[in-house]
């Protein structure tokens, strides 16, 4: 029993991987941009939404929802008037401009908001759980897991279903072409990073919730983002949440032998994936 | 003509105008260099910096001492920290150092002083990660050796085992007790099976359940949860960091596990981490190295402990923490050594007057040699009282920490007894 609790647990910690994964699965996935910043943006969304709560007085949720077009804004803006000028055939520039950005944002949140603590309460629903059979489940890692898959569901709605969905594929495949056809591809781009971040502020509002945040520990998650990202599969949002799924489960049962052996049970699934599929699990991208 | 000899004409000038003060300390322009992590993850113990240096430019200043304190951001990082003390020691010419950032800040920070010659004063960490950690065979006690420059005042690992276990033990459990410590330089240490936790716990009937060292910003503690409800555990302890003892926290509570005590090292000291467990952090227990309600006052200013930590909080408008005495004490007792130094620009005149400190300041008597320190640590290494409390929250959110446990300092007063979690 204890195994099977383990492993659900596992579940819903790749939930949350996931959550922070999607963002990245996106901008990696429409313009190979790697996001060193991506941990650092969730977390500059948590702080958005906990002065949100703290100093308008709204519900957390609300507060969370009032984040989310700040994000787009953010992430559209930041495209517009930086990454793009980054964007070229070489891949070192972006790399390096998301890591200046990164202790750019980490230090700004450390002179605004200090080294403190901080978190947003829910108000005991943190604690609350329900029982399933002899299992215990959390509501809110439960809750994280069904923010994941619908986040997956509105981005495939998004990415298959709509002209502007055409034009990230679009882009993915063939930015060049995309280019001759007429389209901005450095608009789609705008877009394509306001929709990151929007995920961003999803995995924020539960970043800021399930422990305290303080301003250094926006990277900390990171490795496991990629990691996700890479398992799953370029392109494949329900790749990524598998490949969250997957971390996360190696981890608790990696975790379950020995603590010390927790986060390197995930690293060598990542690897021996890597190895036996060098392009992921579910990868939709050819390049 | 050489600098220092200058300086001395200039100091020996100034005294013929001596106004009570002795020595050359008066009109003197002292410098200390400051290595503190600003930013980064040890950016906590800096967080009161601000209101005690400036408080300490005004105390100072109305002493009658002319002292410069240069500060570097060691961005949390050793090499950083040991790169810009020798910077502070070479291009700034300062004479002594003050330190007080963990052992990742103190260590490097201390060594570059002790190669340098400039005396090196430290606190916030535990003496044995101080004195112990530096030595060339840390696992060898015969070699270990005395430094010749470095100060350092803080409590030691066996004032915290004295401290849990007395706590423990006015509680009836099942002497069972749960292992939370991190993979870090802090959980190693107080974990360690020969000089941290265990050997005090063993004498003393505990049986230990540690399932081994977690990683820093850990996501799930599923296997901690399910080993310690399986097993009966009836306390926890650990040393972990905020957010890390939330997330084992909210686990242990969806899966209905509920100790009877959960004593944490670290990561409870601050009112603002303890809010952040929210009303669960009711009965939580931690170590106590200072709190408003010590009979301490401060030899720069006078204020009592309380008042000082209520002038913080008035020029803040934040909560006091415990790193807040110990800055303001370390400040105290780089102006004592000035004061007493013969020459107050010499290193190794201030290195005198360190190794001969005996002042009480707001955490409680400072001295070298250190009294209760081990005979081979003590001219290096001092004492300062520890007790237990417990974090009571209030109907209103409230949060007070109340000292429940004082056996080793009676002078610290108590003001609760302990009780159960639940």
Redesign the interface.
């Known amino acids: 029993m204890?195994l099977i609790?383990?492993i659900l647990?596992?579940v819903m910690?790749g939930g949350?991987y996931a959550l922070f994964a999607l963002g990245l699965s996106l901008t990696f996935g429409v313009m190979r941009l790697v996001n060193l910043a991506h941990g650092d943006l969730i977390l500059l969304g948590s702080y958005i939404i906990l002065t949100l709560a703290g100093s308008l007085y709204l519900p957390p949720l609300i507060a969370a929802l009032v984040a989310l077009p700040i994000m787009f804004v953010l992430g559209w803006a930041l495209q517009r008037f930086l990454l793009n000028h980054a964007l070229h055939d070489d891949i070192l520039p972006p790399l390096i401009v998301t890591f200046g950005l990164s202790i750019l944002i980490?230090?700004g949140l450390?002179a605004i908001f200090?080294?403190?603590?901080?978190?947003l309460?829910l108000g005991?629903i943190?604690?609350?759980?329900f029982a399933v059979g002899p299992l215990?489940?959390?509501?809110?890692?439960l809750m994280t897991l069904l923010a994941a898959v619908l986040v997956v569901l509105l981005l495939n709605f998004v990415f298959f279903k709509t002209a502007l969905g055409r034009a990230f594929r679009a882009t993915s495949d063939d930015a060049t072409t995309l280019t001759l056809m007429g389209r901005d591809t450095r608009r789609v781009f705008a877009i394509a990073t306001g929709i990151a971040l929007v995920v961003a502020g999803v995995a924020a509002f539960f970043l800021a919730t399930?422990?305290?945040?303080?301003?250094?520990?926006g990277p900390?998650?990171l490795i496991f983002a990629f990691e996700a990202v890479i398992i799953g599969g370029l392109g494949s949002f329900w790749g990524t949440l598998i490949g969250g799924i997957i971390l996360?489960v190696a981890?608790?049962l990696g975790?379950?032998i020995?603590?010390?052996f927790?986060?390197l049970a995930g690293h060598l699934v990542f690897i021996a994936i890597l190895f036996l599929r060098p392009r992921g699990l579910f990868p939709r991208a050819f390049d | 003509m050489k600098r220092r000899t200058i300086l001395k004409g200039i100091a020996a000038g100034a005294m013929t105008s001596g106004l009570g003060l002795p020595a050359l300390a008066k009109g003197v322009k002292v410098k200390i260099g400051y290595v503190r992590p600003e930013t980064g993850p040890l950016a906590g113990f800096t967080g009161a910096d601000d209101f005690v240096l400036s408080n300490f430019a005004n105390s100072s200043t109305a002493m009658g001492l002319d002292i410069e304190i240069i500060t570097r951001d060691s961005q949390s990082s050793p090499s950083r920290a040991g790169d810009v003390a020798a910077e502070l020691i070479i291009d700034e010419e300062v004479s002594m150092m003050i330190v007080g950032g963990a052992p990742e800040t103190n260590n490097p920070v201390a060594t570059i002083c002790e190669s340098e010659g400039v005396p090196c004063i430290s606190t916030l960490s535990p003496w044995q990660a101080y004195f112990i950690a530096r030595q060339a065979n840390p696992a060898d006690p015969s070699t270990w050796k005395p430094f010749d420059y470095g100060f350092h005042f803080f409590w030691g690992l066996e004032d915290v085992v004295g401290v849990f276990t007395k706590m423990w033990q006015k509680l009836d459990t099942n002497k069972k007790v749960g292992f939370l410590f991190a993979n870090d330089a802090d959980g190693l240490a107080w974990a360690d099976p020969n000089n941290g936790l265990p050997p005090v716990m063993n004498q003393l009937g505990y049986d230990i359940v540690d399932l081994g060292r977690h990683k820093v910003l850990n996501d799930d503690f599923t296997n901690f949860v399910n080993a310690f409800k399986q097993q009966d555990v009836d306390v926890v302890t650990g040393t972990m960091i905020p957010p890390d003892f939330i997330t084992f926290w909210n686990q242990a509570q969806q899966q209905g596990y509920k100790p009877k005590m959960a004593t944490v090292g670290k990561g409870l000291l601050y009112p603002q981490d303890v809010a952040a467990v929210g009303p669960a952090a009711h009965n939580l227990s931690c170590e106590v190295w200072w709190a408003p309600s010590f009979p301490f006052s401060s030899s720069l200013n006078g204020m009592s402990a309380a008042d000082y930590a209520a002038s913080f909080t008035d020029a803040t408008g934040r909560p006091w923490t415990q790193v807040l005495g110990f800055v303001h004490a370390l400040l105290e007792v780089a102006a004592d050594t000035v004061k007493r130094a013969g020459d107050p620009t010499d290193p190794d005149s201030l290195t005198e007057a360190v190794a001969a400190t005996n002042l009480d300041t707001i955490v409680g008597n400072v001295a070298w040699p250190g009294a209760s320190a081990p005979p081979f640590a003590a001219p290096n290494v001092t004492r300062t009282p520890v007790a237990g409390g417990q974090w009571r929250v209030g109907d209103d959110g409230s949060l007070d920490l109340v000292i429940v446990e004082n056996s080793d300092h009676p002078m610290i007063p108590k003001a609760g007894d302990i009780e159960p979690l639940n």
């Open positions: 204890i609790d383990t647990q596992g910690l949350l980490q230090n450390l200090t080294a403190d603590s901080r978190r309460s005991g943190e604690a609350q759980s215990n489940i959390g509501v809110l890692p399930r422990a305290s945040i303080n301003p250094s520990i900390a998650r996360g981890q608790t975790g379950s020995d603590p010390e927790q986060v």
